[in-house]
């Protein structure tokens, strides 16, 4: 079981937005703004698209875009593309003696 | 280009060990703590072990604790995890991952992973 909780499917169709949730406690995402999220296409490597809740790397579409409420941090996906269908990882620093967190990951499907 | 390039992975038996290796190219290697991360079938992402820029200090999960270690040599841009003992739920694909902040072990994110390598652990 993840310690960081994520829906296990979201889709949607090409142009719209889908929003993946992220949900921790106090110790992780509540306590720090260093949520990052990462895009993985099985086969391929995992790639950063967002660090510090909502910071995009040098390169990444800004069709992504992440935000942070109390516990739960989110990721948004707006103008879907075919390109985008992949799995999404979300991870926290943690105050807990676990020394870092991800969640399940979430299965994007583009309709 | 960064490249995280992972080797070392197949098939053994329970009881058994591997060594993995993850060399890097296109970016100061010293500069980066270096963790190794592996998905199991079906499941999502966990980190294993952790290694500081200088080798000073090493984390790991404690399902690995006095089974697995991690090493770098920093002349060659390398990282790697000697897996010894290892069990079937050890089976998963393994990933190296270069992080540049990161505090008593605690890594604010992940920049650069490699694409992985398959540990399966079966009679």
């Known amino acids: 079981q993840s310690a960081l909780t994520q829906p296990a499917s979201v889709s949607g169709s090409p142009g719209q937005s889908i929003t993946i949730s992220c949900a921790g406690t106090?110790?992780?995402?509540?306590?720090?703004?260093?949520v990052s999220w990462y895009q993985h296409h099985p086969g391929k490597a995992p790639k950063l698209i967002i660090y510090?809740?909502?910071t995009r790397p040098s390169g990444v579409s800004n069709r992504f875009s992440g935000s942070k409420s109390g516990n739960t941090a989110s990721l948004t996906i707006s103008g879907l593309l075919a390109e985008d269908e992949a799995d999404y990882y979300c991870s926290s620093y943690t105050n807990s003696n676990t020394r870092g967190v991800f969640g399940g990951g979430t299965k994007v499907t583009v309709l | 280009e960064v490249q995280l390039v992972e080797s070392g992975g197949g098939l053994v038996q329970p009881g058994g060990s591997l060594r993995l290796s993850c060399a890097a190219s296109?970016?100061?290697?010293?500069?980066?703590?270096m963790t190794w991360v592996r998905q199991a079938p079906g499941t999502g992402l966990e980190w294993v072990a952790k290694i500081k820029q200088d080798g000073a200090e090493k984390y790991y999960v404690d399902s690995v604790k006095g089974r697995f270690t991690i090493s770098r040599d920093n002349a060659k841009n390398s990282v790697y995890l000697q897996m010894n003992s290892l069990r079937a739920e050890d089976t998963a694909v393994y990933y190296c991952?270069?992080?540049?902040?990161?505090?008593?072990?605690?890594?604010?994110?992940?920049?650069?992973w490699g694409q992985g390598t398959l540990v399966t652990v079966s009679s």
């Open positions: 991952a270069s992080s540049r902040y990161c505090t008593d072990g605690v890594c604010s994110r992940f920049d650069y």
């Open positions: 510090d809740v909502s």
């Open positions: 106090s110790s992780d995402i509540g306590g720090y703004n260093f």
């Open positions: 296109g970016l100061t290697f010293s500069d980066y703590w």
